[in-house]
């Protein structure tokens, strides 16, 4: 059973997608695939690390955070200074600073 419920509302970045599948056997395991437009949706990718979860009864799918795997240039080129620009040299000198 495939069935797909799709909104989007123009002009917002939430969009909403649902998808109606049955859950297989895999092994001692259940298992469902991700079909391609709902993994598009969710930027998820073949071989990505995600994190399962359950809250309140459902199960919750989201990958995992890489910033530790990005290198020193990647962090700096995410830096936004307006958003953290001064909050470090907020207090006066507390010894020998320059």
């Not at 797909?4 to 909104?7: E, I, S, V």
């Not at 109606?20 to 598009?40: E, F, H, Q």
């Not at 010894?95 to 320059?98: K, Y």
């Given at each position: 059973?495939?069935m797909?419920?799709?909104?989007r509302?123009?002009?917002e970045?939430?969009?909403?997608?649902?998808?109606?599948?049955?859950?297989?056997?895999?092994?001692?395991?259940?298992?469902?695939?991700?079909?391609?437009?709902?993994?598009?949706?969710a930027?998820?990718h073949?071989?990505?690390?995600?994190?399962?979860?359950?809250?309140?009864?459902?199960?919750?799918?989201?990958?995992v955070?890489?910033?530790?795997?990005?290198?020193?240039?990647?962090?700096?080129?995410?830096?936004?200074?307006?958003?953290?620009?001064?909050?470090?040299?907020?207090?006066?000198?507390v010894?020998?600073?320059?």
């Open positions: 059973m495939f797909l419920l799709y909104n509302r123009v002009g970045k939430s969009i909403f997608m649902e998808i109606r599948l049955i859950i297989k056997k895999w092994g001692n395991n259940l298992g469902v695939r991700l079909p391609a437009t709902i993994a598009s949706e930027h998820l073949a071989d990505q690390e995600v994190r399962l979860s359950v809250k309140h009864g459902r199960v919750i799918v989201e990958p955070s890489t910033i530790a795997n990005l290198t020193l240039a990647d962090r700096l080129n995410l830096f936004d200074p307006a958003l953290h620009g001064g909050e470090v040299m907020a207090a006066e000198r010894g020998a600073e320059l």
